[in-house]
């Protein structure tokens, strides 16, 4: 059975800190993995990884994939109370655009 | 463009009603997805359509959801009769043939 894991399911950390989110998946048919933010609204598209080892950065935060061990990793440097949000990771499959969500990385950062 | 939009944003029904949520998807996206989302389930894939045809439907809890897609540019999930454990935010979504998904703001239910 498909699936998309993420850990840990919440993280506090303190303005300045850097974290680093998890996402392991189990999907046939791999095509690429999407990370998004959400805070309490939709998701807001932040990354698509396709390429193994390729780093995407924007600002403070980057994200790698590795097809080989099956997971991505998103990091955030420099913490900063807007980065409160729930980090959602999918994996788009090959055929038909279908994704897999999995249960998202609670992150609290506080003043 | 406006980005996907979704009617209405909140919905306050009673048990045993008719429910239809509405999404317009960006101009030029040929997949459109629903989802459902609760704090208890997390995000789910309800449906989705390639070029307004329904693709999987796996998702559609039970015969009380159906949703149509009767042209490019419209949508329409329906929930009859509604139950209070259809309470959740759904959300619309479209994409391109590349995948990323952009999201529509949600339609906040709440069936009582």
């Known amino acids: 059975e498909d699936k998309v894991v993420q850990s840990p399911l919440s993280l506090v950390v303190h303005e300045g800190d850097t974290v680093t989110l998890n996402c392991s998946y189990e999907?046939?048919?791999?095509?690429?993995l999407l990370w998004y933010k959400q805070e309490k609204k939709a998701p807001t598209f932040l990354f698509m990884l396709?390429?193994?080892?390729i780093e995407k950065k924007s600002g403070r935060l980057s994200s790698i994939l590795d097809k080989k061990e099956l997971f991505s990793i998103l990091n955030i440097t420099a913490t900063q109370t807007g980065d409160s949000a729930v980090y959602l990771c999918?994996?788009?499959?090959?055929?038909?655009?279908?994704?897999?969500f999995g249960t998202g990385t609670s992150l609290t950062v506080i003043p | 463009d406006a980005g996907v939009i979704q009617s209405p944003r909140h919905e306050v029904t009673e048990m045993g009603q008719e429910v239809t949520l509405r999404c317009k998807p960006i101009?030029?996206?040929?997949?459109l997805f629903w989802y459902r989302q609760t704090m208890m389930r997390g995000l789910e894939l309800l449906i989705y359509?390639?070029?307004?045809?329904?693709?999987?439907d796996s998702g559609m809890p039970e015969d009380r959801f159906s949703a149509k897609m009767p042209n490019a540019s419209f949508s329409t999930l329906k929930i009859q009769p509604s139950e209070p454990r259809d309470s959740a935010v759904y959300f619309c979504?479209?994409?391109?043939?590349?995948?990323?998904?952009?999201f529509g703001p949600g339609t906040r239910l709440t069936v009582l």
């Open positions: 999907v046939t048919n791999f095509r690429s």
């Open positions: 359509f390639n070029n307004n045809v329904p693709i999987d």
């Open positions: 999918a994996v788009l499959h090959l055929t038909g655009n279908q994704f897999y």
């Open positions: 101009s030029g996206h040929d997949y």
């Open positions: 979504a479209s994409s391109t043939t590349t995948g990323e998904q952009f």
């Open positions: 396709t390429s193994s080892g």
